[in-house]
């Protein structure tokens, strides 16, 4: 089973709003990753974690705030986007943070900023 | 600055002739290339990988190919189908894992 589970598959929030976006797999993996892919470009990494600690942080705004509660979950808080940071957010998963391990992507979450 | 390119937004190729996708990079430090593929809504799915002691990886209709002194690799779809069709990412395995992606490739397989 290579399966990575995101909810929601859509998000539409306002610019005060807070949400948070969930990840979770069950493939035993140590490291999970959050990227944020918009419309014709290439995902581009926000997070890394590895055996639950964040190791990874592609200086991204204080606006996203990740989290890992425990290695098969990760979640990605949300407060005070901006209309810009509407995309898809996805996120991935390997069996280390490290090269040589592919990562597997769940299927994302549509976010909407109004 | 890209470290990943892949220089041809799309490519359309009839069904059952072969599929040629090409990636450059320009990092000599990276050691571990990937493939994906993606449809529109959803996440990128792995195809095939390749580590650069080697300069040919086989799986099933895919192979890819490195050629390390020109930092180039290509991935070859022997034969196409139009399930095919979909944008395929380069991607360069960071030393934490973190994938560097190519701006992809649009292939549309036609039968």
Redesign the interface.
């Known amino acids: 089973d290579?399966e990575?589970t995101?909810t929601p598959k859509h998000l539409v929030m306002g610019m005060t709003n807070k949400k948070s976006l969930k990840c979770e797999q069950h493939m035993g993996h140590r490291?999970m990753?959050w990227y944020k892919q918009k419309a014709k470009?290439?995902?581009?990494?926000m997070f890394?974690y590895?055996y639950e600690k964040l190791?990874?942080n592609e200086s991204v705004p204080s606006r996203f705030s990740p989290e890992c509660p425990n290695s098969s979950l990760l979640n990605l808080h949300l407060h005070a986007l901006q209309p810009e940071d509407s995309a898809?957010y996805?996120c991935?998963s390997?069996q280390?943070?490290?090269?040589?391990?592919?990562?597997?992507?769940?299927?994302?979450t549509?976010l909407t900023v109004t | 600055d890209q470290q990943v390119k892949q220089n041809s937004p799309s490519l359309s190729v009839q069904e059952g002739r072969i599929s040629i996708l090409n990636c450059d990079y320009t990092n000599s430090m990276f050691?571990?290339f990937?493939w994906?593929k993606k449809y529109p809504?959803?996440?990128?799915?792995?195809l095939i990988?390749i580590?650069s002691i080697k300069d040919k990886n086989e799986d099933g209709r895919f192979t890819v190919f490195l050629n390390k002194s020109a930092k180039h690799l290509s991935l070859h779809i022997v034969p196409s189908q139009p399930g095919d069709s979909a944008v395929y990412?380069c991607a360069a395995?960071?030393?934490?894992?973190?994938?560097?992606?190519?701006?992809?490739t649009k292939l549309s397989v036609k039968p």
Do not use: H, M, W
């Open positions: 290579t990575v995101q490291a990753y470009k290439p995902p581009e990494l890394v590895s190791s990874i898809l996805l991935a390997s280390e943070a490290a090269e040589y391990y592919e990562q597997y992507f769940g299927p994302g549509r | 050691d571990y990937l994906y809504a959803e996440g990128p799915t792995f990988s580590s990412f395995s960071g030393s934490q894992g973190n994938l560097i992606f190519g701006k992809g």
